[in-house]
C-alpha cells in the first residue's frame, strides 16, 4: 500500500502553534476525536470500562491495554489485492502501564508480596491489540463487534521462537526444555508492517521486567541492565505461580530446565503477528537480532530480491541495524519465514558521510578476525570469552555490535523509508550524556537534549548494499536552531516548528514525513506534538499537540489518507475525559473536515 507521490508532499494547512492546554489541537479545518482509549472493550464477553479501576484482571485480557504506542492500519481486504479506506484492522502496541492508575489503590502488597489478580491485571495491559474498525455512512469510526479479528495479545501470550536461537541452549527454560517457546511480548514501542500483511512488534526496554539477584549475571542481562529488582514486582505475585515467578532471573541450585534464568534471553526481539489469522501463534523472530528494538521499517520490496528492514536500539550509544533476507522475496509466497534467515548489519556512520554495513555474521572473515581478537579482552565492562555460535552472537547482538566497530548514536528511536526517493530517515531522540569528547560527525552534539533526525541514501540505490551516503535531515531545538548544509542554512527553527526529542517518524503513502515527539514539555516546547515535513524542501510545520503529559507516538491512516491515527501515551491529566478521575491513553482520529488527504 506504499505507493508515492513526489508530487503531493507540500504542506497546505496553517501551523497551530505550541499548547499547554489538556487538549488535542489539530490545525483549522480539521477535527480531532478519541478513540479506543485503555479499557474499552474490543473482544470476549466485552466487559465494560469501570472508571474506578475495578476491572480484574480477566477483564483487563479482553480490553484495550494501557500506552498505546506504534499503530497500523490493514485495510480489511489486503490479502486480496484491495485498499480498503472504510473498514480493517487497527493493530497497536501498548508499551506500558501506569500502575497508580491500574487498580482502585496501589499498587498493593500483603506481607511483601502482590495481590496475584493485580499481576495478572497489569501483565494483561502490556502487549498488542487488534481491533476491527469500521466507518459508516455519517463517517464515525465503532469496532465491530463481535469479529474474529478482534484479539488481545498479552505479556502472558504463548510464542514461538524462531530463526537462529531457535533451540539454542540460552534459551532453554522450565517451560520450554528444547527452548522453541516463551510466553508473553513486553514493553513494545514501535512497530513495522511487513510486506506480506502481518505486523512486527518490538520488544524495547524489556530488561526491567526482570529481576536477578546474583552477584554474577551472564552478559546476556548485564548488557541491558538487568536489576536486582523488577519495575513492577510481577515475580513476587501471591501463590507463586509460573507464569509471574518466571520474571525472577536469579538461577536456581539446579540447571536451566529447573527454573527461569534464561527466561530474559527469550525477550528483546521483534514479534511477528498475523493479525489476519486470530488463532496464529506469534512468532519472535531472532535473525533481527536481541537488543532494544524500538520499532522496525521494511524497504520496499521488489521480485526476487532479497527482504531489507531496520531497526534502531533505543538507549544512548546503541547502535542502527539492517537485515537482509537469505532468501529472495515473492509476492506469491511471501512470509515470515524470510525473517528467519540473513544476515544483520550494524551502521557505521564516517565522518566523511559515507556509511558502511558492517555484519554481524561469523561466517564474515572480517567480523570473525575482530571477534577472535577480542577474546580476553574487556569490551562494553564485559571480559568477552566468545562466542559459541551465530545464535549467541544473535542474543548478544549489542556486543556483537560493539566488536564490529559500529557508530554508538543518539537514542536510535523510529525509522522511515521515503516512498519517493527511497532514503531512510532515522530519529535520534536526545543523548544528555554525549561529551565533548565522544562527539563525532553523525552525533555532533555534546549534551544532545533535544536530538536530531538523520538520512541516508543506499549506494546504487540498492537496499542491500553495504555502503551508504547520510547527511543530518534537521537539528531539533529552539527558535533559530539551525541545519546547515554546504555553508548554507536550510533550516532555522520557528515558532510554527520549535520541536525537541523526536521519536515517531512515519510516512504518509504520499511521501509526507511525520515526526511525533517525546520530550521536555517545558517551555517554549510545551506540550508534546507531531509535525509534519517536506522531505525535499525539509520544510516543516507544526500540525498537532497532544495534551499535558503525554507524549505523542504512534501514527497510521488509512491508504487514501483520509483518516489518521495517532496515539497519546501516558496523559497525566483527565485526558481524554475530565469527568472521570483517571487518564486514558487513547488513539486520536484526525479527518479534515471537507474530507480532503491529511496534510494536503
Ligand atoms: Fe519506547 Fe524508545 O521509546
Ligand atoms: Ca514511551
Ligand atoms: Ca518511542
Ligand atoms: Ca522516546
Not at 503531493?8 to 496553517?14: A, S
Request: aromatic share 10%.
Amino acid at each position: 500500500t506504499t505507493t508515492g507521490n513526489a508530487a503531493n508532499t507540500q504542506l497546505g494547512f496553517k501551523a497551530v502553534a505550541t499548547s499547554s492546554a489538556n487538549e488535542v489541537v489539530v490545525p483549522e479545518g480539521y477535527s480531532a476525536r478519541p478513540f479506543l482509549p485503555w479499557g474499552t472493550p474490543i473482544t470476549g464477553s466485552y466487559p465494560a470500562y469501570k472508571p474506578d479501576g475495578t476491572n480484574t484482571g480477566a477483564e483487563q485480557e479482553q480490553q484495550m491495554g494501557m500506552h498505546h504506542d506504534g499503530v497500523h492500519f490493514f485495510p480489511i481486504d489486503l490479502k486480496a489485492g484491495g485498499n480498503s479506506s472504510s473498514e480493517g484492522l487497527l493493530v497497536m502496541n501498548h508499551e506500558y502501564i501506569n500502575q497508580s492508575e491500574i487498580h482502585p489503590t496501589g499498587p498493593n502488597y500483603v506481607a511483601g508480596e502482590r495481590p496475584a489478580d493485580e499481576v495478572r491485571k497489569e501483565i494483561a495491559a502490556h502487549g498488542v491489540s487488534v481491533v476491527h474498525i469500521k466507518r459508516d455512512t455519517e463517517g464515525t469510526w465503532d469496532i465491530v463487534f463481535g469479529s474474529p479479528f478482534n484479539r488481545r495479545i498479552t505479556g502472558n501470550t504463548e510464542m514461538d521462537i524462531r530463526g537462529p536461537a531457535r533451540g539454542y541452549s540460552k534459551l532453554v527454560t522450565k517451560y520450554s526444555t528444547d527452548a522453541t517457546e516463551t510466553r508473553g511480548t513486553l514493553n513494545n514501542c514501535a512497530m513495522g508492517p511487513t510486506p506480506w500483511g502481518t505486523y512486527l512488534a518490538a520488544e524495547e526496554n524489556w530488561h526491567g521486567y526482570f529481576a536477578n539477584s546474583d552477584a554474577n549475571q551472564p552478559r546476556e542481562q548485564v548488557r541491558h541492565g538487568v536489576g536486582s529488582s523488577s519495575r513492577y514486582d510481577w515475580e513476587l505475585a501471591q501463590g507463586g505461580a509460573d507464569q509471574y515467578i518466571r520474571f525472577n532471573v536469579t538461577p536456581g541450585t539446579g540447571t536451566a530446565t529447573d527454573d527461569y534464568r534464561n527466561e530474559a534471553n527469550t525477550y528483546g526481539y521483534m514479534v511477528e503477528i498475523d493479525p489476519f489469522t486470530p488463532e496464529s501463534k506469534p512468532q519472535k523472530r531472532t535473525a533481527l537480532g536481541r537488543f532494544g528494538h524500538e520499532g522496525v521499517i521494511f524497504a520496499p520490496v521488489t521480485e526476487g530480491e532479497p527482504v531489507v528492514c531496520y531497526s534502531g536500539d533505543d538507549s544512548r550509544f546503541e547502535y542502527i541495524y539492517k537485515f537482509v533476507s537469505a532468501k529472495p522475496y515473492y509476492a506469491a509466497t511471501a512470509g515470515g519465514y524470510l525473517l528467519d534467515e540473513g544476515t544483520l548489519y550494524v551502521a557505521r556512520f564516517n565522518d566523511d558521510g559515507t556509511g558502511d554495513w558492517l555484519p554481524l555474521d561469523l561466517n564474515n572473515a572480517d567480523f570473525k578476525a575482530k571477534v577472535d581478537a577480542a577474546v580476553g579482552t574487556t569490551v562494553s565492562d564485559i571480559v568477552f570469552d566468545g562466542f559459541e555460535n551465530q545464535a549467541d552472537v544473535l542474543v548478544n547482538t549489542r556486543l556483537a555490535a560493539d566488536i564490529a566497530g559500529a557508530t554508538p548514536m543518539d537514542r536510535p528511536e523510529w525509522g522511515a523509508v521515503d516512498p519517493n526517493s527511497g532514503q531512510v530517515y532515522f530519529t535520534l531522540t536526545n543523548n544528555s550524556q554525549r561529551t565533548e569528547a565522544q562527539v563525532n560527525a553523525a552525533n555532533p552534539n555534546a549534551e544532545n537534549r533535544t536530538g536530531h533526525i538523520i538520512r541516508w541514501s543506499e549506494n546504487g540505490d540498492d537496499f542491500t548494499a553495504t555502503g551508504f551516503d547520510w547527511d543530518i535531515f534537521v537539528f531539533a531545538g529552539e527558535q533559530g536552531t539551525e541545519t546547515v548544509v554546504d555553508d548554507e542554512v536550510i533550516v532555522s527553527l520557528t515558532d510554527d516548528n520549535i520541536f525537541n526529542s523526536p521519536d515517531g517518524l512515519w510516512f504518509d503513502y504520499n511521501g509526507r514525513l511525520w515526526i511525533q515527539t517525546d520530550g521536555s514539555d517545558a517551555a517554549p516546547y510545551q506540550n508534546n506534538m507531531m509535525l509534519a515535513a517536506n522531505p525535499e524542501t525539509r520544510e516543516i510545520k507544526r500540525f498537532f499537540v497532544g495534551p499535558v503529559g503525554c507524549e505523542v507516538t504512534g501514527v497510521t491512516s488509512t491508504p487514501d489518507v483520509k483518516t489518521m491515527f495517532v496515539n497519546i501515551q501516558h496523559p497525566d491529566g483527565n485526558w481524554p475525559d475530565a469527568s472521570q478521575s483517571r487518564p486514558r491513553d487513547a488513539t486520536v482520529i484526525v479527518t479534515r473536515d471537507d474530507g480532503g488527504v491529511v496534510g494536503a
